[in-house]
């Protein structure tokens, strides 16, 4: 089992990728892996996403790429087939429990409250994923959760911005979940990949992503 927290604590941003067009999903990835990412979520709702999952391994096997938005057991065995570093949930789900817990890969269930938060902790979440995040309370809501669970490893999700992620880490979280900010979507279907490689630089340089991490993302 790969050390996520330590891992995650390291790379401080996981980008969660979500497109219907996976070759999109695909080139966001490499722009991202060029900007330093070290972490990637793959969610299920991208088409054929173990394939995906599959070809990131291949193509950055430094970057941890995990899968999210997994509920049923068949969608379990399918990405860690495909080599998932760790599977995400939206809420606790039993069967993707138990398969990430059989393949020995680390499981992130989603709470949003703090008996979910309790609940997940006791049966073995590796990292807790606070979601929907902003819709939770934000930075504020993570700080008192955090507050009374000083031990736990949290990553908000869900609402996370380039302007609120360091408010985030500030009060505790071990990692944020961004989405959208770093997919740009409109850009990358209209085909301007150096527009899309400034978007997801100024995204997270907005996100005081720490510059040792970052590579300088040519034009």
Not at 33 to 61: M, S
Not at 115 to 141: R, T, Y
Not at 148 to 162: D, E, H, N, Q, R
Request: glycine fraction near 8%; hydrophobic fraction near 50%; include cysteine.
């Amino acid at each position: 089992m790969v050390d996520l927290v330590s891992t995650l604590r390291s790379a401080q941003i996981v980008p969660v990728i979500r497109h219907s067009d996976p070759e999109i999903a695909l080139t966001a990835c490499d722009l991202l892996a060029d900007a330093g990412i070290r972490a990637l979520e793959i969610t299920t709702t991208v088409p054929d996403a173990a394939a995906l999952i599959a070809e990131l391994r291949q193509r950055y096997p430094a970057i941890c790429t995990g899968a999210g938005t997994v509920l049923s057991a068949g969608q379990a065995q399918k990405v860690l087939a495909a080599g998932a570093d760790f599977v995400v949930s939206p809420c606790w789900s039993d069967a993707a429990a138990r398969e990430a817990a059989a393949a020995k890969v680390p499981y992130l269930p989603g709470a949003m409250t703090p008996g979910e938060v309790h609940h997940h902790a006791e049966n073995g979440a590796a990292v807790i994923k606070i979601f929907p995040a902003d819709a939770a309370g934000g930075p504020g809501f993570l700080k008192a959760v955090k507050s009374v669970f000083p031990g736990l490893a949290l990553m908000p999700t869900g609402g996370v911005s380039p302007d609120t992620a360091q408010s985030y880490l500030n009060v505790g979280a071990l990692c944020v979940g961004m989405g959208g900010n770093l997919l740009p979507a409109q850009a990358l279907e209209a085909g301007h990949i150096s527009l899309a490689r400034a978007q997801i630089n100024v995204a997270l340089s907005a996100a005081s992503f720490q510059s040792s991490q970052r590579k300088r993302i040519l034009s």
